[in-house]
């Protein structure tokens, strides 16, 4: 499985950026798909995850402070999910990774250590 990040930039307050995450060797169906930063010095938080199922349905999760700014979303014929990140603040400023979980029913989406692969990360630099 390799998962492939890009997207990231540096930005002004504001502004907005879409990051991707590519994926080989797995599909998302039946998988937790998330979103994670890491800013210098600080551990890795969760951003968001989005659960989908074969039906079709899915369930997206997000942190506090992205709530109504940022919206994760998947092209299954893509193999692709996506970050759409609005109005961007300097805290926004992190390393930003994308990770598989295949527990499916997991309730832990929040946590690093549920996701058994991580993309090599990609860089969100805001400007105020």
């Known amino acids: 499985v390799q998962l492939q990040a890009s997207g990231g930039g540096l930005v002004q307050t504001g502004d907005s950026l879409t990051l991707s995450c590519t994926a080989s060797g797995l599909t998302f169906i039946d998988n937790i798909m998330g979103w994670f930063r890491q800013a210098p010095g600080k551990e890795r938080h969760f951003v968001a995850a989005i659960r989908r199922s074969s039906s079709g349905a899915s369930n997206k999760y997000y942190v506090d402070s992205v709530k109504g700014r940022f919206t994760i979303s998947i092209d299954n014929a893509k193999n692709t999910v996506y970050l759409q990140m609005n109005n961007l603040k300097p805290d926004d400023t992190a390393l930003y990774y994308c990770?598989?979980?295949?527990?499916?029913?997991?309730?832990?989406?929040?946590?690093?250590?549920?996701?058994?692969?991580w993309g090599q990360g990609t860089q969100v630099t805001v400007s105020s």
């Open positions: 990770a598989a979980d295949s527990s499916y029913f997991s309730s832990r989406y929040y946590l690093p250590t549920e996701y058994e692969y």
